[in-house]
């Protein structure tokens, strides 16, 4: 968020989207100048005097957010006229991620979801780790007499954690391992993601922070290609 810049979230409940309807929505905001993104076709944006507005839809509840005020209220006075539509405030939590603010940052969270995860798989009481991968790091790989485990099982956890990484990229690296044996998971991959499961108990509240007056333009990325520690094809 740059200086000088305000943006705001709103959440907005609007009557339920059939695909029929969904055709008539995505025509009337491509009427009030809004562009459909193509790798996202619930997300529309609009940009205009160096200021953007965008909103994105899910089921029966849109998020409006960008910098521009006028544009913001402009847009909800006019779907309210097609729709039945409530207004429901600021955003605070939309699909598990928890959003707060000040005037000075953005914090975004999944620490409910952590913590729900944790108490269905029973490891909320479990003895927490500092890190989501064996240190040294872990050589996983389909072994011909590997112990089988619940493939179901292993596939929903995956799963769930991999919806978590969207507020912690620290999670990213493990979860990229794990889900490589989705079609054929032993007991040690099993205890790979038991392991993340107890890194996540360590610290459920971790997230996504976005601070005034820093360059979130600029990226760090590490990144160290080990063929040989790839077990099964090297």
């Known amino acids: 968020m740059s200086e000088g810049v305000q943006i705001e979230e709103v959440i907005v ?6 695909e029929a309807w969904f055709g008539r929505f995505t025509k009337l905001m491509r009427a009030f100048g809004y562009r459909q993104s193509n790798s996202d076709h619930t997300l529309f944006l609009k940009k205009q005097h160096g200021k953007i507005t965008t909103l994105i839809i899910y089921v029966d509840n849109m998020v409006v957010t960008g910098n521009d005020p006028e544009e913001r209220k402009a847009l909800q006075n006019y779907l309210s006229r097609e729709f039945e539509m409530k207004d429901l405030g600021p955003l605070k939590y939309f699909l598990g991620i928890a959003v707060s603010r000040s005037s000075e940052r953005i914090f975004l969270s999944q620490r409910k979801y952590a ?6 798989t029973g490891m909320s009481g479990c003895q927490p780790v500092n890190t989501p991968i064996e240190e040294g790091g872990l050589k996983l790989c389909v072994e011909p007499n590997q112990v089988s485990t619940d493939k179901g099982r292993y596939q929903r956890l995956v799963g769930r954690l991999m919806y978590l990484a969207h507020t912690r990229p620290d999670l990213a690296y493990t979860l990229s391992v ?6 054929n998971p032993g007991e040690q991959h099993m205890n790979a993601v038991m392991r993340i ?5 360590n610290a459920p509240g971790k997230g996504i922070l976005f601070a005034k007056n820093v360059d979130h333009q600029s990226i760090k990325v590490y990144t160290n290609a080990d063929w040989a520690g790839v077990v099964d094809d090297r």
């Open 197 to 201: 499961l107890r890194y996540l108990k």
């Open 115 to 120: 913590l729900d995860l944790l108490q269905e």
């Open 13 to 18: 409940w609007v009557e339920a989207i059939p």
């Open 178 to 183: 794990v889900s490589q044996y989705m079609h």
